[in-house]
């Protein structure tokens, strides 16, 4: 379809103007995520009662753009302080290699979830039940923003993605679409299955942490950090699923929550060789220039997941100091 050299496909300039100045952590502001949510959500499923153009109204893509260029803008400045994500090293003539073996260190190296051992030991039946609220903003829609880069890559790298894809939706199985899994463990608990919801009481960081997967996904010249995405998050998803699994065991909870977690220890185990070495290591195999991409996209998931996880456990441990004492209780009562 294009003339154009190889070269002239992927602009690399890096936004520098703030289209949104009076917002100063867009990655933590949740006016700021919820609006751009909302926007994305035009392109998945839409909202009951608004016309379906909508999707391509040219007015909200210009505002759609303005609020991307700031998220762009605040997640290169995060991952650049954090130093995640150092430029390639290079440790011979194979940039798929370097790419492979940087995504491995950074995965390992982020190390055991708050959050998840939070859930594993000390959470109440409620705070578990909050966690899942949190993150059905995500996983009542997993998998879904991943699929948008299938049409933009090929080779061994689509294939992979797809055999990923395929096992995220089920592997032929309706019944275990992970999604719908998800669903079905909140229906356990007696909480809704409709993602709004959850949208009143999400976090801007949790807000950020999805819409982060979309800003990649939709935008082709991103797919590259889409596929490190995707990778630092299947990399980083089983341990902490196993640790979740206990903590539902621990509480005793429904059987359908169990399953969506044990499915999640053994499934992400086999999705992070995929994505790291099947998906990442064959994109820049195809296209060395992807590599810095792929590394970016990577350092973000692990950036913003942490502000994310961060968040939670800061609202949790401000709720448990303002909860009185079980002594003080009874002296109120009495
Ligand atoms: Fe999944
Ligand atoms: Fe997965």
Redesign the pocket.
């Known amino acids: 379809m294009r003339a154009l050299e190889p070269d002239d496909r992927r602009p690399r300039a890096v936004p520098e103007a703030r289209a949104f100045g009076d917002v100063d952590e867009p990655l933590r502001d949740r006016d700021f995520q919820l609006a751009l949510w909302i926007l994305y959500e035009l392109h998945y499923r839409g909202f009951d009662g608004v016309d379906p153009h909508a999707e391509w109204d040219p007015l909200l893509l210009v505002s759609r753009a303005g609020l991307e260029r700031t998220m762009e803008h605040a997640l290169r400045e995060l991952v650049a302080s954090a130093g995640t994500a150092d430029p390639v090293e290079k440790t011979g003539d194979n940039p798929a290699d370097d790419v492979v073996l940087a995504l491995t260190r950074m995965t390992v190296a982020d190390g055991p979830s708050t959050v998840s051992g939070f859930l594993q030991r000390r959470a109440t039946r409620t705070e578990f039940c909050q966690y899942l609220g949190e993150r059905a903003i995500y996983h009542l829609r997993?998998?879904d923003p991943q699929s948008f880069v299938l049409p933009r890559i090929d080779g061994p790298a689509k294939v992979a993605l797809a055999e990923l894809q395929y096992d995220?939706y089920g592997g032929g199985r309706p019944e275990r679409l992970?999604a719908t899994m998800f669903a079905r463990a909140l229906e356990s608990l007696d909480m809704p299955t409709d993602l709004a919801s959850y949208l009143p009481d999400v976090s801007g960081e949790t807000l950020a942490s999805v819409n982060v997967m979309s800003l990649f996904a939709l935008n082709r010249r991103l797919h590259g950090a889409a596929m490190g995405h995707l990778a630092a998050f299947e990399a980083t998803s089983s341990l902490p699923c196993g640790r979740i699994a206990r903590g539902a065991r621990r509480l005793k909870l429904p059987e359908s929550v169990l399953d969506y977690y044990d499915e999640?220890v053994e499934?992400d185990a086999v999705h992070e060789q995929l994505a790291i070495r099947s998906i990442c290591g064959n994109l820049v195999a195809a296209d060395p220039g992807l590599a810095d991409d792929v590394l970016f996209g990577a350092a973000t998931c692990l950036e913003v997941d942490g502000m994310a996880g961060e968040a939670l456990m800061r609202r949790w441990l401000d709720e448990r100091e303002r909860r009185p004492e079980p002594a003080k209780r009874s002296r109120a009562a009495g």
Do not use: K
């Open positions: 997993e998998s995220e992970h999640h499934a």
